[in-house]
């Protein structure tokens, strides 16, 4: 069955210090994949996707990722985080042409010190 | 545009019971999403609708139910209610489904007694 992992599940960071979420998947067929953020008491809320094309997407607030086929990886990065990005992240993957579903990552729950 | 809308936000119920939880897509959305969290599972897909027909289930068990209405509006159900439903539900919507955006309701926090 398809399966999401996301590695780290709590991440300490220093404002200004460099974020990398790791994310692997193993499905062998074509994804669609997403990085959505939980803020604290808000709704989940799509950060960034890609579907096809360029395999470095750029997503709101400064994030980016890196769709590496060879490796089933969606990595997430932020070259300098702020208080503010404090929340967890969920990596997601949807079998493209197939499903009308979303398998989700665990979460990573990012925690920012000012 | 209005976002999604769930009710009720909060719920409780003892075990046996069943409940019904609502879900108002953004205006205009046809593909309609169900997905339960816990700490301990996650996020996981229940079903998904478009056009008032079921595309997609995840695996839950029968106790677990939804529909669409023509409106575009979705409940889901869940007959006896057992402790470890206790979750908060989320309904995600799209204009047609993945893999465009999806976006998400605050969700219905359900706890069974």
């Known amino acids: 069955a398809q399966s999401v992992s996301q590695h780290n599940h709590h991440v300490i960071l220093s404002e200004a210090a460099s974020l990398e979420l790791g994310c692997n998947y193993s499905?062998?067929?074509?994804?669609?994949l997403f990085w959505y953020v939980q803020y604290p008491g808000q709704h989940l809320q799509l950060l960034l996707k890609y579907f096809s094309g360029d395999p470095l997407v750029k997503g709101i607030k400064g994030f980016e990722a890196e769709f590496i086929k060879s490796k089933f990886s969606f990595n997430l990065r932020k070259p300098s985080v702020q208080w503010s990005d404090t929340a967890e992240y969920f990596c997601?993957?949807?079998?493209?042409?197939?499903?009308?579903?979303?398998?989700f990552g665990s979460g990573t729950r990012l925690l920012v010190r000012p | 545009k209005a976002g999604v809308t769930q009710t009720p936000r909060y719920l409780i119920k003892t075990r046996g019971q069943q409940v019904t939880l609502s879900c108002s897509p953004i205006?205009?959305?046809?593909?309609v999403s169900w997905y339960q969290q816990t700490p301990g599972q996650g996020l996981q897909f229940l079903f998904e609708?478009?056009?008032?027909?079921?595309?997609n289930k995840g695996n839950f068990p029968g106790r677990f139910s939804g529909r669409q209405f023509s409106n575009s509006r979705s409940e889901m159900n869940v007959s006896t209610l057992e402790l470890g439903d206790s979750a908060l539900y989320l309904c995600?919507?799209?204009?047609?489904?993945?893999?465009?955006?999806?976006?998400f309701g605050p969700g219905t926090r359900l706890l069974v007694l």
């Open positions: 997601a993957v949807n079998e493209a042409d197939s499903s009308y579903k979303l398998i």
């Open positions: 609708y478009f056009s008032e027909t079921q595309r």
């Open positions: 205006s205009g959305h046809r593909s």
């Open positions: 995600a919507s799209s204009s047609t489904g993945l893999p465009e955006t999806q976006y």
């Open positions: 499905y062998g067929g074509t994804v669609n």
